[in-house]
């Protein structure tokens, strides 16, 4: 049986459509690609936003057991006040709020590749914790400033671990290491804000013109 050579060379699959092929699906990556980034930064910062809630949440029931005030005011075994001379200590602070907080993934931003979820709060340690701490945070001034993501910049270099005196002078903001040079905070009131480094800089402004130091103190992990 002879086979039409006529079909068969119409059935074969030439060359420049392959070419065409594979263009078409670089093209669709480049456009699908870059959207699931986008996708997945978007998504992790809503969680971000979702975690800091939880946080400002359960220091606000804190609060309503110790006179008002949060863990780094209040002495004994049920405060951290003690704990204030150690700047690295930051972590434990937020250990006093581990009842209030079902599961302490919570601590740990999804966008801090960084840090690592503990595995239970007996386990819990500066390894597994993103968020600084507002040392003048007050539940009654929502200006004040009660925490955020660790990832912060003063007059552009980033901020290491321990202590830090924030001043009006200086510009603070967000480093690109999470959420790409943004980041959210928790207020004193228990909100949270995202923020650029525009609206950041005005928060902190605002949160030291509240203060009675005109100062941020805050405990970077």
Not at 31 to 41: E, G, T
Not at 180 to 185: F, L, P, Q
């Amino acid at each position: 049986m002879k086979v039409n050579r006529h079909l068969r060379k119409a059935d074969a699959i030439t060359l420049l459509e392959v070419l065409v092929v594979v263009v078409v699906v670089v093209i669709l990556a480049g456009l699908v690609v870059p959207w699931l980034s986008r996708a997945k930064i978007k998504s992790e910062r809503i969680s971000c936003v979702s975690n800091l809630k939880n946080v400002g949440l359960a220091f606000r029931i804190f609060t309503t057991d110790h006179g008002g005030e949060f863990p780094w005011r209040v002495s004994g075994t049920n405060g951290t006040k003690d704990l204030l001379a150690d700047p690295n200590a930051v972590w434990r602070h937020f250990l006093a709020i581990s009842n209030e907080l079902s599961v302490p993934e919570i601590l740990k931003c999804p966008a801090d590749r960084e840090r690592d979820p503990a595995a239970g709060f007996a386990n819990f340690g500066p390894a597994n914790l993103s968020y600084f701490l507002g040392l003048e945070a007050d539940e009654n001034e929502p200006r004040s400033i009660l925490g955020g993501d660790r990832n912060l910049t003063t007059n552009g270099v980033d901020v290491g671990p321990g202590l830090l005196l924030l001043r009006t002078s200086q510009i603070v903001g967000f480093s690109e290491t999470i959420h790409r040079g943004e980041g959210n905070i928790v207020l004193g009131d228990g909100s949270v804000q995202q923020a650029d480094r525009h609206l950041l800089q005005v928060s902190f402004r605002d949160a030291a013109a509240a203060s009675t130091n005109a100062i941020n103190r805050l405990l970077i992990p």
